[in-house]
C-alpha cells in the first residue's frame, strides 16, 4: 500500500499570503495519479486537482499542482478567506490511498 | 442538478449488519464508476470500496474485505454498501462518491454528503 504523508500538519497564514502544501507517497506514484481535495467543517470534500496538475471544473487559477514521482505539491498562491479548511492529497495509481491532510488555518 | 444522497445509517450493535445506499441524480448514472469513502469522527479520509459502471470490476480496502459488499442498481440510479459483522472501527461518516470516469479510476468529482454509522456494543 502507498502511504502518503503530508506536511505541515497545520499551517497558519493570512489572507492573501501564498500556500505550499507537501505531499509524500512512500512509492513512486504511477502516471502522476495524484488528487487533491478541499473540505471544509461540516462538509463534504471537494476535488480541486486530479493528474497531479490538471485543476477540477470550476476551480479558480489560484490553486496549482505540480510534482511526480514520490513529491508532489498544492500551491494556493493568495490565500482568500473561503480557502481556509483541510486539504487531502489521494493516489490512485495502486489502489487508492489518502494523506492525513493539512489544515489551513487563518493566523 | 447533480446530486448523491447516502441513506440507512444509524447506530447498531457490534457483530450486526447495516446496508447504505446512495441516490444519483442529475448525471446519467451507468456512465460511471461510484464509490465509498469514509471519514471517522475528527480523522481523515479513507477509501472503502469501488465498483465500476457495469460491475465488472470490484474493489474493496483490506480493512473492510470479506465484510462488505458493493453494488448497484443502474435501474434505479442507486448505489448500495452491505455492510457485516460491524466492528467499532467501522464507526464514521459514510460517502458516496462518483468517479470521473466508467472504470474504478479513483477520481471523486461529485460527493454525497454522507450517512452516519456508529457501531457500538
Known amino acids: 500500500e502507498i502511504v502518503l504523508t503530508q506536511s505541515p500538519g497545520t499551517l497558519s497564514l493570512s489572507p492573501g499570503e501564498r500556500a505550499t502544501l507537501s505531499c509524500r507517497a512512500s512509492?513512486?506514484?504511477?502516471?502522476?495519479?495524484l488528487a487533491w481535495y478541499q473540505q471544509k467543517p461540516g462538509q463534504a470534500p471537494r476535488l480541486l486537482i486530479y493528474?497531479?496538475?490538471s485543476r477540477a471544473t470550476g476551480i479558480p487559477d489560484r490553486f496549482s499542482g505540480s510534482g511526480s514521482g514520490t513529491d508532489f505539491t498544492l500551491t494556493i498562491s493568495r490565500l482568500e478567506p473561503e480557502d481556509f479548511a483541510v486539504y487531502y492529497c489521494?493516489?490512485?495509481?495502486?489502489?487508492?490511498?489518502f494523506g492525513g491532510g493539512t489544515k489551513v488555518e487563518i493566523k | 442538478e447533480v446530486q448523491l444522497v447516502e441513506s440507512g445509517g444509524g447506530l447498531v450493535q457490534t457483530g450486526r449488519s447495516l446496508r447504505l445506499s446512495c441516490a444519483a441524480s442529475?448525471?446519467?448514472?451507468?456512465?460511471?464508476?461510484m464509490h465509498w469513502v469514509r471519514q471517522a469522527p475528527g480523522k481523515g479520509l479513507e477509501w472503502v470500496s469501488g465498483?465500476?459502471?457495469?460491475?465488472?470490476?470490484?474493489g474493496y480496502a483490506d480493512s473492510v474485505k470479506g465484510r462488505f459488499t458493493i453494488s448497484r442498481d443502474n435501474a434505479k440510479n442507486s448505489l448500495y454498501l452491505q455492510m457485516n459483522s460491524l466492528r467499532a472501527e467501522d464507526t464514521a461518516l459514510y460517502y458516496c462518491?462518483?468517479?470521473?470516469?466508467?472504470?474504478?479510476?479513483?477520481?471523486?468529482?461529485?460527493w454525497g454528503q454522507g450517512t452516519m454509522v456508529t457501531v457500538s456494543s
Open positions: 442529475g448525471f446519467t448514472f451507468d456512465d460511471y464508476a
Open positions: 465498483i465500476s459502471w457495469n460491475r465488472g470490476s470490484i
Open positions: 489521494q493516489q490512485y495509481g495502486s489502489s487508492l490511498t
Open positions: 493528474g497531479a496538475s
Open positions: 512509492q513512486s506514484v504511477s502516471s502522476g495519479y
Open positions: 462518491a462518483k468517479d470521473e470516469q466508467r472504470l474504478v479510476l479513483g477520481v471523486f468529482d461529485i
